[in-house]
């Protein structure tokens, strides 16, 4: 039933009616960057029949009760949002390809929206919106090789970051901890605060506005996901609140389920602990082991060897596509088709790799793809976990409660089917809507653009770096992300960072994470400067300035 209209005064003669003029304004304010539904938005009447068969439970407690018991109504589930309440959608604008600005646009506003086209013959990406060449007063070191000039504005994007004005010990702040963490642009803070403003509820079932505006952002927002790594339905994603809560949950789920005593599963030498800590739990609860793919000199991983380790235990084969330690990029679809050919379940770690390359889960063949929302530009506390639907139905669920139920007695319990199964209890709705915000805004500037400049920064910092005395560089892969890791020979790890953090300059030191593959080059720590699309190669100068004085090749 639509909610009941209130009367409005008629307008003047000429101007248009208020309804018209609030549509128009929710039109361009929803078309803002981190703000555009796409046209296949979970809103749309479509997708809205699409999404029937996960409103019918799948799964029940053991009480001989069918599943087919009871169905939950469209609006009990509540995933249809407005439609359940018969809310009018409004409008919203289809993405286009923009032309690439010249002019600067205006301090904190959205530059690509005001600032005049001009026609160019540079060659613009489809998704893309401010290419440029890099401006003539960019900084090139006098000692290293010129940066590579490419199409890709970096001082637009700059704009978009907040924080990067911020002053550290009286200097500019230079962000080189992207593996840690990213920053936020404006147009997800932007995200954030619209919601809590104006869209505030827990979300399903409700019967008022306010839960459907919620409902709709928090689905929307799981479209985008699946959009962005390419997955067959928003079914097959499932919110978390990271990467490390992703594998848990199918180490508890999945791997309870499906390895035994006796069983293996192989992980890399590279991996992140939170993608060894739980399988090692798995393994240390059920008496199954792990089975280690070495890496060679570079830090990449030997293929002939992993090949041999896959044998008619291997349960599992669970691996990171980006090395968060030394950056090295794995060659997860070979090692994923080599495990696809034996039978054997596969789960990619998509922490590192999702803000620097295209991902598609349906290419890549992996049953699981785990990454987090802050690692690409999106708040703390939310991530996604992909999963094959045929494998999400047949898992259980890793925790119970509100949300994730058709039905409950004191006998028994049916759930619902994926992804509302994994999603017990009130989710953290305004961060996934930000998550969106930030998968959206790396769409308008296409990720292989992002990819390209950085990887030209990473090739311009590798070689100021490189012939510094005393520096060694950890992990030289020909195939690297924007990750550069080091030791200084005559100074810890901790007195290089707090040189660099005098100067302004976030850089990680220690063992990220990923001890077993510091020790595998004999450290206990390096020193981890990272980098992202909004870093110039000015800023890598002032960098590699302070590892130069160290090294006394500079002045004091």
Same mark, same amino acid.
Request: aromatic share 6%; proline share 9%; hydrophobic share 40%.
């Given at each position: 039933?639509?909610?009941?209209? =209130?009367?409005?005064?008629?307008?003047? %003669?000429?101007?248009?009616?208020?309804?018209?003029?609030?549509?128009?304004?929710?039109?361009?304010?929803?078309?803002?960057?981190?703000?555009?539904?796409?046209?296949?938005?979970?809103?749309?009447?479509?997708?809205?029949?699409?999404?029937?068969?996960?409103?019918?439970?799948?799964?029940?407690? %053991?009480?001989?009760?069918?599943?087919? /018991?009871?169905?939950?109504?469209?609006?009990?589930?509540?995933?249809?949002?407005?439609?359940?309440?018969?809310?009018?959608?409004?409008?919203?604008?289809?993405?286009?390809?923009?032309?690439?600005?010249?002019?600067?646009?205006?301090?904190?506003?959205?530059?690509?929206?005001?600032?005049? %086209?001009?026609?160019?013959?540079?060659?613009?990406?489809?998704?893309?919106?401010?290419?440029?060449?890099?401006?003539?007063?960019?900084?090139?070191?006098?000692?290293?090789?010129?940066?590579?000039?490419?199409?890709?504005?970096?001082?637009?994007?700059?704009?978009?970051?907040?924080?990067?004005?911020?002053?550290?010990?009286?200097?500019?702040?230079?962000?080189?901890?992207?593996?840690?963490?990213?920053?936020?642009?404006?147009?997800?803070?932007?995200?954030?605060?619209?919601?809590?403003?104006?869209?505030?509820?827990?979300?399903?079932?409700?019967?008022?506005?306010?839960?459907?505006?919620?409902?709709?952002?928090?689905?929307?927002?799981?479209?985008?996901?699946?959009?962005?790594?390419? /997955?067959?339905?928003?079914?097959?994603?499932?919110?978390?609140?990271?990467?490390?809560?992703?594998?848990?949950?199918?180490?508890?789920?999945?791997?309870?389920?499906?390895?035994?005593?006796?069983?293996?599963?192989?992980?890399?030498?590279?991996?992140?602990?939170?993608?060894?800590?739980?399988?090692?739990?798995?393994?240390?609860?059920?008496?199954?082991?792990?089975?280690?793919?070495?890496?060679?000199?570079?830090?990449?991983?030997?293929?002939?060897?992993?090949?041999?380790?896959?044998?008619?235990?291997?349960?599992?084969? /669970?691996?990171?596509?980006?090395?968060?330690?030394?950056? =090295?990029?794995?060659?997860?679809?070979?090692?994923?088709?080599?495990?696809?050919?034996?039978?054997? =379940?596969?789960?990619?770690?998509?922490?590192?790799?999702?803000?620097?390359?295209?991902?598609?889960?349906?290419?890549?063949?992996?049953?699981?793809?785990?990454?987090?929302?802050?690692?690409?530009?999106?708040?703390?506390?939310?991530?996604?976990?992909?999963?094959?639907?045929?494998?999400?139905?047949?898992?259980?669920?890793?925790?119970?409660?509100?949300?994730?139920?058709?039905?409950?007695?004191?006998?028994?319990?049916?759930?619902?089917?994926?992804?509302?199964?994994?999603?017990?209890?009130?989710?953290?709705?305004?961060?996934?809507?930000?998550?969106?915000?930030?998968?959206?805004?790396?769409?308008?500037?296409?990720?292989?653009?992002?990819?390209?400049?950085?990887?030209?920064?990473?090739?311009?910092?590798?070689?100021?770096?490189?012939?510094?005395?005393?520096?060694?560089?950890?992990?030289?892969?020909?195939?690297?992300?924007?990750?550069?890791?080091?030791?200084?020979?005559?100074?810890?790890?901790?007195?290089?960072?707090?040189?660099?953090?005098?100067?302004?300059?976030?850089?990680? =030191?220690?063992?990220?994470?990923?001890?077993?593959?510091?020790?595998?080059?004999?450290?206990?720590?390096?020193?981890?400067?990272?980098?992202?699309?909004?870093?110039?190669?000015?800023?890598?100068?002032?960098?590699?300035?302070?590892?130069?004085?160290?090294?006394?090749?500079?002045?004091?």
């Amino acid at each position: 039933m639509a909610l009941p209209q =209130t009367p409005v005064p008629t307008p003047p %003669p000429g101007l248009p009616d208020p309804a018209t003029l609030a549509q128009l304004a929710n039109a361009f304010f929803r078309s803002t960057p981190g703000q555009q539904a796409a046209p296949d938005s979970p809103t749309a009447p479509a997708n809205a029949a699409a999404s029937a068969p996960k409103l019918v439970p799948h799964a029940q407690a %053991p009480n001989g009760l069918p599943d087919h /018991a009871l169905t939950a109504a469209p609006g009990v589930d509540g995933r249809l949002g407005g439609h359940a309440l018969g809310i009018p959608e409004v409008p919203r604008a289809v993405p286009t390809a923009h032309p690439p600005v010249t002019a600067p646009a205006p301090a904190g506003g959205y530059y690509f929206l005001e600032a005049t %086209p001009k026609p160019t013959t540079t060659p613009v990406p489809a998704a893309g919106f401010y290419f440029l060449d890099l401006p003539a007063h960019e900084p090139r070191s006098a000692t290293g090789p010129a940066f590579e000039r490419t199409s890709f504005d970096v001082h637009a994007v700059r704009r978009d970051f907040p924080i990067l004005q911020e002053r550290v010990n009286g200097r500019p702040l230079v962000w080189f901890d992207n593996a840690a963490t990213t920053h936020k642009p404006q147009a997800v803070i932007d995200r954030i605060a619209h919601f809590y403003r104006h869209e505030n509820s827990n979300i399903h079932r409700a019967a008022h506005e306010l839960a459907a505006r919620a409902t709709d952002a928090y689905e929307e927002a799981r479209e985008t996901v699946r959009r962005f790594i390419g /997955a067959a339905s928003a079914d097959e994603v499932v919110f978390v609140r990271g990467t490390t809560e992703a594998i848990n949950l199918v180490a508890k789920t999945w791997g309870v389920q499906h390895v035994g005593a006796g069983d293996e599963i192989v992980v890399s030498h590279l991996e992140h602990h939170a993608n060894i800590v739980p399988w090692q739990q798995l393994a240390a609860q059920v008496g199954a082991r792990l089975r280690v793919i070495p890496v060679d000199d570079t830090g990449q991983v030997i293929l002939e060897a992993y090949e041999r380790l896959l044998g008619p235990r291997t349960r599992l084969v /669970a691996v990171t596509q980006v090395s968060n330690a030394l950056g =090295t990029v794995v060659p997860v679809q070979a090692i994923v088709a080599l495990a696809k050919a034996r039978g054997i =379940t596969t789960l990619v770690d998509g922490a590192q790799s999702v803000s620097h390359l295209r991902v598609d889960v349906r290419t890549l063949g992996a049953d699981f793809f785990v990454f987090s929302g802050h690692k690409v530009f999106g708040p703390t506390g939310i991530g996604a976990l992909y999963g094959r639907r045929e494998v999400l139905d047949n898992m259980p669920p890793w925790q119970g409660g509100g949300n994730m139920i058709a039905d409950v007695t004191f006998e028994k319990t049916v759930y619902h089917g994926p992804p509302t199964r994994f999603e017990a209890g009130t989710g953290n709705i305004a961060d996934a809507v930000g998550l969106g915000a930030a998968l959206r805004y790396v769409e308008r500037i296409g990720i292989e653009a992002i990819g390209a400049y950085e990887h030209a920064l990473l090739d311009y910092a590798t070689e100021q770096l490189r012939p510094i005395p005393g520096v060694r560089l950890v992990g030289t892969a020909a195939h690297k992300a924007s990750v550069l890791s080091f030791v200084l020979a005559g100074h810890s790890t901790e007195e290089v960072g707090r040189a660099l953090n005098a100067e302004g300059i976030a850089v990680r =030191t220690g063992h990220h994470c990923a001890q077993p593959i510091l020790r595998r080059f004999g450290l206990e720590a390096t020193v981890r400067p990272s980098l992202a699309f909004y870093n110039t190669t000015e800023e890598v100068d002032r960098f590699i300035a302070v590892v130069r004085r160290l090294a006394g090749q500079g002045p004091r």
